[in-house]
């Protein structure tokens, strides 16, 4: 590992001074479960780290007219936290699901999304409650929805001289429900072939939302629209539910590779989406 400058902003002002003063030279640290592996296996070689715990504010998770969720909140912390219960837990589901204990303890939700790979876990949730991704830069702070967040492998909107300061999850409604769900061949310290998160919002036993999200199914996460769309307005029957999880298997654009076939992972979004359609109609119903 070569050589590099370690700095401790205290604030968001700061830290965007040490951004706008070395560019692609800087690299931002939290839990560090994506960035020192890469560091050590001499992938990426930043002239300076930019350690952003002393930032009070990408810490924090708030739960008011909407969710807040801070970029350097823990996995470990959404997982046990009592803010991501009734609609946002497939949040917390997605968070349990990060490596091992001792990584979820370290690992961010910020990390997860701007290491940018096509199986982060924490992707499809946030993907299918809409939720928008703050990013401060020089020109202020702007806010981009979480489904043009991704750009490809490994690659997001966030510029070198910005940093992802937040996630803002609005209120989902009433009646609302959802999870995630994904496959892997271990248990624990794996990453998905597949992974679904899905998330209905009824009325009168219709329903008036339903959001589907795809992991590692193609470069980036993906929304399953075909089989959104058949499932609003309409009562959310067994039929319906089957219906819509052949549907999301249009928006999947799979490889094959020694962990799946592009059969393997095409029929894993059926079962997937089918199972978490299920579960989110019985959340939203509860």
Do not use: W
Not at 60 to 65: I, L, R, T
Not at 123 to 129: D, F, G, R, S
Not at 212 to 241: C, D, F, H, K, W
Request: aromatic share 2%.
């Amino acid at each position: 590992m070569r050589r590099f400058d370690f700095v401790l902003p205290n604030s968001l002002e700061d830290c965007l001074k040490i951004l706008a003063e070395r560019g692609p030279q800087a690299k931002l640290i939290a839990g560090g479960t994506d960035l020192l592996p890469q560091m050590k296996n001499g992938a990426l070689h930043p002239g300076v780290v930019v350690d952003l715990s002393g930032i009070a504010r990408v810490r924090q998770v708030q739960n008011g007219s909407g969710l807040r969720i801070g970029a350097a909140v823990t996995a470990r912390e959404l997982e046990r936290s009592p803010a991501l219960g009734g609609p946002y837990r497939a949040i917390a589901e997605s968070a349990a699901m990060v490596g091992s204990l001792q990584v979820r303890n370290l690992a961010t939700v910020g990390g997860n999304l701007c290491n940018a790979a096509p199986s982060a876990d924490m992707a499809p949730p946030l993907v299918a409650l809409e939720a928008l991704a703050v990013i401060a830069g020089p020109g202020g702070e702007r806010r981009v929805p979480m489904a043009d967040f991704f750009t490809g492998v490994r690659k997001t909107v966030v510029a070198p001289n910005e940093l992802l300061v937040e996630l803002i999850v609005p209120p989902p409604g009433a009646h609302s429900g959802g999870q995630y769900l994904r496959h892997t061949p271990r248990r624990e310290l794996d990453i998905a072939v597949v992974g679904v998160a899905s998330q209905l919002t009824m009325a009168d036993g219709r329903c008036t939302k339903a959001r589907i999200a795809l992991a590692s199914v193609a470069p980036t996460p993906v929304r399953a629209t075909a089989a959104e769309r058949s499932l609003e307005g309409q009562p959310v029957t067994p039929e319906a539910i089957e219906r819509a999880a052949t549907l999301a298997i249009e928006a999947a654009k799979p490889i094959d590779d020694q962990r799946g076939s592009i059969e393997f992972r095409k029929r894993l979004v059926r079962v997937l989406t089918r199972r978490t359609l299920t579960t989110a109609l019985a959340r939203a119903d509860a």
